[in-house]
């Protein structure tokens, strides 16, 4: 590991320890508050949570497949699912690149090259990211409520305009982005790649991607019902805290798997309905959730190589899937 890399690395998790800290301490100082809240789990709700949580992992899975097929590489949705699912263990280390080496070293497993899954990680979040910033004003239901995010708001309006100016560039002109994913190809000493999928590709893909967010969305939704008696936030403002959260904590590059950023966000969109000591709780206690389903899921990710095809089918002519 270089000393630059090193550098990166304490300073994410030191970001992450003192945002964790700061709300450690609102959890004490509200203690009183959470005291009188009426806590009572909803084992039902809990369990249709996990249900939706699964689903949404599995969408994503399909997702990344759609864009393997976009290269004209047609693998098994196990091995798709266990190539997004243990590349993903990457993110909790600071810098995001490690997702990608993941990624780039289990797809060589089923015989995808290594320019064609790295161009697909790009790939990923250039469809996600737009994906992602669409559903949010539509379920938070007033744009104000981004207001709420203080210094995020920011980082939000920002990336959402570099991301959509991207995304209309790959959705109408793919092979715009074929020149991009090159570019950087030949920087990395990779083989350059052919990226020209038909519009029905494209499409799939991006609904995938929106039926995956709205499905982590309701997830954390059933998880506030499963843990409060009487929950006053409205399903469509908590599907849409859950996305702001998970993006504005994703694109913290330093920060490793979102640590910290993640609960700040929801935090502050909580807030006005909970009140802060409740808000800081749920923030923190659905971080242990989320990272126990992930460690589920992990698991089930390693059981997928008993179905493993070995090896990734080459399509002579880039048809779509029915």
Same mark, same amino acid.
């Given at each position: ?13 030191? !970001?992450?320890?003192? =945002?964790? &800290?700061? !709300?450690?301490?609102?959890? %004490? ?5 959470? &005291?009188?809240? #009426?806590?009572?789990?909803?084992? !039902?709700?809990? &369990?249709?949570?996990? =249900?939706?949580?699964?689903?949404? $992992? ?12 976009? +290269? ?12 997004? %699912? ?5 993110? %909790? ?5 490690? #997702? ?24 990923? #979040? ?21 207001? #709420?995010?203080?210094? *995020?708001?920011?980082?939000? $309006? /920002?990336?959402?305009?570099?991301? +959509?100016? &991207?995304?209309?560039? /790959? ?19 990779? @083989?350059?790649?052919? *990226? ?12 995938? $991607? ?22 006053? /936030?409205?399903?469509? *403002? ?7 959260? *998970?993006?504005?904590? %994703? ?48 698991? +089930?990710?390693?059981?997928? $190589? ?13 048809? @779509?899937? @029915?």
């Amino acid at each position: 590991m270089k000393f630059d890399t090193k550098v990166k690395t304490i300073i994410g998790w030191l !970001l992450a320890v003192v =945002i964790l &800290a700061f !709300l450690v301490r609102m959890f %004490y100082v509200n203690r009183a508050e959470l &005291a009188q809240w #009426q806590w009572d789990i909803d084992w !039902l709700k809990a &369990a249709a949570s996990a =249900i939706l949580l699964f689903m949404a $992992y599995l969408t994503a899975a399909i997702a990344w497949k759609t864009i393997i097929y976009g +290269f004209g590489h047609k693998i098994g949705l196990s091995d798709s699912f266990r190539i997004v %699912y243990l590349a993903n263990l990457g993110r %909790y280390i600071p810098g995001k690149i490690w #997702q990608v080496f993941g990624m780039v070293a289990l797809a060589k497993e089923v015989g995808i090259p290594a320019r064609i899954s790295l161009a697909s990680f790009a790939l990923a #979040q250039a469809y996600s990211l737009p994906a992602a910033f669409v559903l949010i004003p539509i379920f938070l239901g007033n744009i104000d409520s981004i207001h #709420q995010l203080a210094v *995020y708001k920011n980082l939000f $309006y /920002l990336v959402f305009a570099i991301s +959509f100016i &991207a995304f209309m560039i /790959l959705f109408f002109k793919p092979g715009g982005l074929s020149g991009a994913l090159n570019w950087v190809l030949k920087l990395l000493k990779r @083989e350059p790649v052919e *990226y020209n999928p038909k519009m029905k590709n494209r499409i799939a893909i991006f609904n995938w $991607y929106l039926i995956t967010w709205i499905l982590f969305g309701f997830a954390f939704h059933f998880f506030l019902e499963a843990l409060l008696a009487d929950s006053p /936030l409205p399903a469509n *403002y908590a599907v849409g805290t859950y996305i702001a959260a *998970y993006i504005l904590g %994703y694109i913290s590059f330093f920060s490793p798997g979102g640590l910290g950023f993640r609960e700040g966000v929801m935090t502050a969109l909580l807030t006005p309905f909970l009140g802060v000591g409740v808000a800081v709780s749920i923030s923190l206690i659905h971080r242990v959730w989320i990272t126990c389903a992930e460690a589920i899921i992990s698991l +089930f990710a390693l059981w997928t $190589y008993k179905f493993s095809t070995k090896k990734s089918v080459e399509r002579e002519e880039p048809e @779509e899937p @029915e």
